[in-house]
């Protein structure tokens, strides 16, 4: 159980071009999803927190613009990179909260983008 | 501002032998979670372990096991019978109210 899908895996795409990641629970409702983004050889860095139905969260220096969240369902939360740059090329992760108070986070296995 | 501090970047272990990791924290909520999470190589974070910080007892999931210190903030994770595929980046984890703080991690060698 508690199973997190994430699509696609891997992408490439051109400067200037706008990239969608899904994140899906597939067997179970998150109340609670959240985009990470990590860097080689280091730790997740929290991106935002979306909750169904409700504008999405951002940590401090994340540009709401430049990376667009929704969260249309209980099951489903989209990131748009938006008009991305090559700084953007990096490894995107989501995961949906679970557990009585959402305190246990399980994990899509990630999004590798790379921008040209 | 709530703080996870692993002070092991690397660490390496024989197979079939044990090792621990170190985690510790800071945080003024009194009502919080930890966790463990192992990612391999394909970096699909797993779940290895998790602690409510109201729990006396320390969490046990088979061949892993945690020394939970609620007064020294430390959150430490013992492997037994270490395994090839235990090999991996380990990160520990504290929640509190919708809020998650990672580690920097520790990677662990696994040594045949």
């Known amino acids: 159980g508690a199973v997190v899908s994430q699509h696609p895996s891997w992408v490439i795409c051109k400067s200037g071009t706008s990239v969608k990641i899904e994140c899906r629970s597939l067997d179970f409702q998150a109340t609670t999803m959240f985009w990470y983004r990590q860097f080689p050889k280091q730790s997740l860095m929290l991106m935002a927190t979306?909750?169904?139905?409700?504008?999405?969260?951002?940590e401090q220096g994340v540009e709401k613009d430049k990376f667009l969240i929704n969260h249309a369902s209980l099951t489903l939360s989209t990131l748009t990179v938006t008009s991305a740059h090559p700084e953007d090329s990096s490894f995107y992760i989501c995961?949906?909260?679970?557990?009585?108070?959402?305190?246990?986070?399980?994990f899509g296995p990630g999004t590798r983008l790379l921008v040209l | 501002a709530q703080t996870v501090t692993q002070s092991q970047p690397e660490m390496s272990v024989q197979e079939a032998e044990t090792v621990t990791l170190s985690c510790t924290y800071d945080t003024s909520e009194s009502d919080y979670y930890l966790f463990w999470y192992k990612q391999p190589p394909s970096r699909q974070m797993i779940l290895v372990i998790r602690?409510?910080?109201?729990?006396?007892q320390n969490a046990t999931e088979n061949r892993f096991s945690v020394n939970f210190q609620k007064a020294a903030k430390s959150f430490s994770l013992k492997i037994s019978d270490s395994q090839l595929g235990d090999a991996a980046m380990y990160f520990c984890a504290l929640y509190y109210g919708q809020n998650f703080v990672f580690g920097p991690g520790t990677r662990l060698s696994v040594l045949p």
């Open positions: 995961s949906a909260s679970y557990g009585t108070y959402g305190e246990t986070q399980y």
């Open positions: 602690q409510e910080a109201y729990k006396q």
């Open positions: 979306s909750n169904e139905g409700s504008k999405a969260t951002y």
